[in-house]
């Protein structure tokens, strides 16, 4: 590895997709794009990382409408010119089978160097392993994580890159502290040496604040998958218990643990304080890639002290001209523009606004507002297609005022958040870890109108960088509490200030811009993993191995 800053140690970030590009489909959604924002920040700061993870060849999802309403998932067959070949294949033993994985390195996207293991060879008959991002049941994504985590350690060993810190984000490469507990026990230290030594160098970001929504699997089928990996069953049972859960190895596994919100923190903490031998969970709020996110009109005419709005309506009419080429709907560029682009899940309430269709379809009706909503369901979840469905119907009841953008991808997302006027979030709190997408609106200009959850609470001055939804009220009635200040917020105050107060929507704006552009940007959020993380695991790392 090319180490950029002596003082700084080497790190590996473990991650399940990456988020780079439209055109280079490994991602799914915002932990993919986080992520891929992560490599692009670290490889402008020149900060001595590199990446590991997965060349998908058949992506997450291209997902489409069909006739019916619904959801239909169509999986290419991806080719990329640009993959560089590093010559370096390493074995990993899947259900008692040898599975080469090929490492190929990828830096095209100006990010620190990203190697991706490939199993879509010749040599194997698991060829099958890293097809769909997410595909298939527990079977399938086991060994797709044992790829990620076992291979990925074995292929920094091919590759002779020295690593000083492991990074696992979520809990999908916990296999790789398997491996580097394997490799210290194989030297002859004791199981508890050896997981006190991994402990003392690895780091951990937790994301998902539902407990049902961390990933789990049973004992039995982890070893007949291979997964225990030269350990015993009590020392998995020890690790991740059984069910073993993912986020819980990773918690035990490592030196220090992140959310990515201060309220996240909160979150965390209380749902994993039972967990013993958890390490600390900090939070270091997510940011996200400026370079990729931040219209180069408006950040030029912001940082010139120049009028915002020629520069947004030149972003706007880009959005509305793309709707036009895909949806054939023809949107008003002088009514109020409201964008959600989110993952098909309830607790998002992607559908919200439109509950009481008695107050909201008189908007739509004049044109006053317009909605454009993206978003894609996994493949398997046929309540997340419901709602994507939902979605595609209402801009069958309004066509000229709410549009259904398909195939939610990197492209539809840098127009949404640059080119609508308000930026719609209303998760139901605390289930949001974070919301990326409100950043990259909040950095453009857009105004966030929002619950209080995720990122929001450090970015909300209400009426000043964009309105609050609610107050924080988690009690049994919330959605009646939050869809009643949805309504209030947006009638009493966001329609009156678009159409009879521009000069104040500019200032806000200004304000929106002002609060987010470095606080929650990726490369304040990579020199933060640096000084909080890194920086300390590295320390631990070097006075454990001289024997401190």
Known sequence: MRNYNQNLPRVAYFCMEYGLHEEFEIYAGGLGILAGDHMKSAGDLKMPLVGIGLLWRHGYTTQYIGEDGRPYDVYPNNEYDFLQDTGVSVPVEIRGRQVICKVWKVDKYGNAPLYLLDTDIPENEDRWITGKLYGGYSETRIAQEMVLGIGGIRALRALGIGIDVYHFNEGHAIFAGIELIREKMQQGYSFEAAWDMVRNQTVFTTHTPVPAGNESHTLDILEHMGAFNGLNREQMYRLGGDPFGMTIAALRLSRMANAVAQLHGETARRMWKDVSGSAPIIAITNGVHTRTWWDPRIREAYKKGLDLWEPHMLAKHDLIKEVEARNGVKLNPEALLIGFARRAAPYKRSDFIFRQPEIIEPLLREGKIQLIFAGKAHPNDDMGKSIISNLYHASQRYPNSVVFLQN?????????????????????????????????????????????????????????????????YEGHDQDHHDLQSLYRVLLNEVVPTFYENRTRWIQMMRASIDMSHHKFSAERMVQEYYGRLYTMAGEAWKQAAAGK
């Open 408 to 472: 939610y991808d990197m492209k539809i997302g840098r127009l949404l958040t640059s080119g609508s006027d308000v930026w719609l979030n209303n998760p139901r709190r605390p289930q949001e870890a974070s919301g990326t997408s409100g950043m990259k609106a909040a950095m453009n200009g857009v105004l966030n109108m929002s619950t209080l959850d995720g990122w929001w609470p450090e970015g909300c001055e209400h009426g000043v960088t964009g309105w609050q939804i609610g107050d924080g």
